[in-house]
């Protein structure tokens, strides 16, 4: 099954000898009772669970660190969905990750979907042994495969579905790299846990940590925070400013 926002920890993709985006999101994680205390505003007027994922035996053979890592996810009261991850190296030596939150966005059709916030940036294109690229486009809009990494991105993206009328606006902190990815006809006609025509109503905007890997010494600790709200499309660059704001 496909969808939801998996973690990608601590390797995103295939670069690196653990398995493809690494483990932890196949893994079952357990609840963080007591967590560590997070600003009052990651809790007031929200629903939320605190997770936790430490690694299991077989983990360490593969990937020898010791971490903590602690996941809230919470729900505001208008529908606002806001992801903080928090990895502590609980470890004697430093240790180096990538990170992804690789959310999969619901559109109406992906030739209707248009990314605002990326323009100008550079890229790592995937589909071309990771050659970096400057983005061309005044927004990025889809019309072949698309397996892009953009980095140094702004904390605000807007991802615009006409047809719907609707924008998912992504708001991150600590992840300065986004992932794009649509696989397209023929990617899709490969995989076995994607539709044939599945990929025109999906779209992949990750907030993610990549391109330089995050680095943590002992007692050390990284967070990385996304935030996902949908606004009517009525919206437009002085509502971007607002959320810049
Ligand atoms: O099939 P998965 O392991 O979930 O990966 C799905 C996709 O994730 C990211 O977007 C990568 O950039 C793609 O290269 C990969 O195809």
């Known amino acids: 099954m496909r969808g939801g926002i998996p973690i990608c920890f601590p390797q995103f993709g295939n670069c690196g000898s653990l398995e493809q985006h690494g483990f932890a999101r196949n893994k079952m994680w357990s609840i963080d009772n007591d967590p560590p205390p997070l600003h009052p505003s990651d809790s007031d007027g929200k629903v939320f669970v605190d997770l936790l994922l430490s690694p299991a035996e077989e983990d360490l053979k593969c990937w020898p660190h010791c971490f903590e890592f ?64 400057t983005e061309q486009g005044d927004a990025i809009t889809f019309e072949s495969e698309v397996d892009r990494i953009y980095l140094g991105s702004p ?56 391109e330089r890997q995050i680095t943590l010494k002992p007692g050390e600790e990284w967070t990385g925070r996304l935030e996902l709200s949908v606004v009517p499309s009525s919206y437009c660059s002085d509502d971007l400013d607002h959320f810049r704001s």
């Open 70 to 133: 602690r996941l809230r996810v919470s729900l505001g009261m208008n529908g606002d969905l806001a992801m903080i991850s928090r990895i502590r190296n609980i470890d004697a030596k430093p240790f180096n990750f990538s990170f992804a939150y690789h959310t999969y966005l619901s559109v109406s059709d992906i030739s209707e979907v248009r990314i605002e916030g990326l323009e100008t940036l550079d890229y790592l294109d995937n589909l071309c042994q990771r050659e970096r690229f």
């Open 155 to 210: 904390n605000i993206i807007a991802v615009i579905d006409h047809e719907k009328k609707r924008t998912f606006v992504i708001k991150k902190e600590g992840l300065p790299d986004v992932v794009v990815w649509n696989p397209w006809e023929k990617k899709s006609k490969s995989m076995t846990d994607l539709g044939d025509e599945e990929y025109k109503q999906m779209l992949c905007v990750d907030g993610a940590a990549i």
